[in-house]
């Protein structure tokens, strides 16, 4: 039987403040094809999300290179409740994620201003 995915990539990320591994931090799980093309998994555990998202891209770009079709799971909010835009006075759908990429800033020791915003 053949699979839908190449490989499965899932990310924890984690709200914590300051550099942080273990319990309660970012994680990166994958599963890949080895070079006798069997699932194996590897685990990340980088300590900022700075460092996730470099991670991040780093194995995106290396599972695009081989070709895989990549299926991600992330454990944060795609979208946002119906009207919310609209009451906020923003514009179409994006317009939430445009004020959001432009006000929040997200420190490379995890420090943010989220709840300011």
Known sequence: MNRLFGAYVMVDF???EGKKTGESSVWIGVMKRDVRFRLS????NPATR????TQLRS???DLHKRGDRVLIGVNFALGFPRGLNA?????GWSAMWDFLA?????KP???????QV
């Open 87 to 91: 009451r906020l006075g923003l514009g």
């Open 14 to 16: 984690s709200a914590a």
């Open 41 to 44: 998994y590897e685990a990340y």
């Open 102 to 106: 432009k006000n929040v800033v997200d």
């Open 50 to 53: 700075g460092a996730a998202m």
């Open 109 to 115: 020791d995890n420090s943010n201003n989220r709840f």
């Open 59 to 61: 194995l995106l770009a």
